[in-house]
C-alpha cells in the first residue's frame, strides 16, 4: 500500500471536518487517495506549486539566515520576483543599498520610476540601480509598533516574494489554475475509476504555486486593500465530469473555497 503523506492526511481531515464524515486511506497501489465507510464519497488530494520557486525560497532562506552586517534604521517590506537567479545573496546585496536609501531620506522605493531615473542619471542612481539588479519591485519603510526606544528589536528585511503575473480578480485565479489542473489527467482518472457517487478534488496551494494563482488565498486580503473582484469566485470550474466537488486550500493561511457542483463555499478556521 502507498504511504498516505503529511499533505493527504490533513486534507482528509479537513473534509472530514467539514462534511460530517469518515474516510479511510484507499490508495494501495495508485488508486484515489480516499473512499468513505460507506463507498459513496471519494478524495483524491494533489497540490500545483512550482519547483523553481520552491528552489528560490530555499536560498533566500539561506540569505536570511546569514543576514548583514549593515544595520538599518527601520524595517522595511521588500517585493522581489522569486524567479530571479542569485537569492542566495539577496539580503546581502539589498540591505546596504535600502541602508543608504534610508540616508538619503527616502522611505519607498517602486522599480519603475527607479529605472527612469537610472536611464535619466538621476542623483539616487548608485542606490536604485542595485536595488534594481536584485530585482527589488517595491520597497517600504515599516514603523516598528514599540517605537525607537525599544531595545530589543533589530530592524531588518520582511521580503515577500511572487511571480506569475498578476491578475484582475479570484475569478481569473481560478481560470488559471483550471488550466494547469486539467493538465493532471490522472486525478480524474482516479476519481472515475473509484466509481464513487461523490468524488472530490482537493487541491493545496502553497507559498512556491505561482502568484496569479494564489494570490486571492494567501491572506486575509489581497495586498493594498484592493478588494473588489476578490473573495469567492463568481464562475461555474471547468472541470472534467469524473469531479464534482473541487477544495482549494492554502497550505500557510489556511483559507480556501469548496465547489459542491452548484456554488462556491468560503472556507476558514480550518
Given at each position: 500500500m502507498n504511504q498516505e503523506r503529511p499533505n493527504e492526511a490533513i486534507a482528509k481531515q479537513i473534509v472530514e471536518r467539514v462534511m460530517g464524515i469518515q474516510l479511510e486511506h484507499a490508495d494501495t497501489h495508485g488508486g484515489v487517495d480516499y473512499i468513505s465507510t460507506d463507498g459513496t464519497v471519494a478524495l483524491e488530494v494533489t497540490a500545483v506549486t512550482d519547483g523553481e520557486k520552491q528552489g528560490a525560497r530555499a536560498a533566500l532562506s539561506r540569505s536570511k539566515a546569514k543576514g548583514s552586517p549593515t544595520r538599518l534604521q527601520g524595517c522595511w517590506l521588500v517585493f522581489a520576483s522569486d524567479t530571479q537567479e542569485r537569492m542566495k545573496t539577496f539580503v546581502q546585496r539589498v540591505q546596504p543599498a535600502i541602508a543608504e536609501l534610508e540616508f538619503a531620506g527616502e522611505t519607498f522605493f517602486d522599480d519603475q520610476p527607479a529605472g527612469v531615473h537610472v536611464f535619466?542619471?538621476?542623483?539616487?542612481?548608485?542606490?536604485?540601480?542595485?536595488?534594481?539588479?536584485?530585482?527589488v519591485e517595491r520597497a517600504t519603510h515599516v514603523p516598528h509598533p514599540g517605537g525607537p526606544e525599544d531595545p530589543e528589536h533589530v530592524h531588518r528585511l520582511l521580503v515577500s516574494t511572487g511571480s506569475g503575473g498578476s491578475v484582475s480578480g479570484s475569478d481569473e485565479s481560478l481560470d488559471r489554475l483550471m488550466e494547469e489542473l486539467n493538465e493532471k489527467t490522472d486525478n480524474a482518472t482516479k476519481l472515475r475509476a473509484s466509481a464513487a457517487e461523490q468524488r472530490h478534488l482537493f487541491v493545496w496551494?502553497?507559498?512556491?504555486t505561482w502568484y496569479n494563482i494564489a494570490r486571492p488565498l494567501s491572506s486575509e486580503a489581497p495586498p493594498f486593500g484592493a478588494n473588489e473582484g476578490w473573495g469567492l469566485p463568481t464562475t461555474k470550474?471547468?472541470?472534467?465530469?469524473?469531479?464534482?466537488?473541487?477544495?482549494?486550500?492554502?497550505a500557510r493561511s489556511l483559507l480556501g473555497w469548496l465547489w459542491d457542483g452548484e456554488r462556491w463555499r468560503e472556507l476558514r478556521d480550518l
Open positions: 535619466e542619471g538621476g542623483e539616487l542612481s548608485h542606490i536604485y540601480r542595485p536595488l534594481l539588479e536584485a530585482g496551494l502553497n507559498d512556491d470550474p471547468q472541470l472534467d465530469s469524473a469531479i464534482t466537488h473541487l477544495w482549494v486550500v492554502h
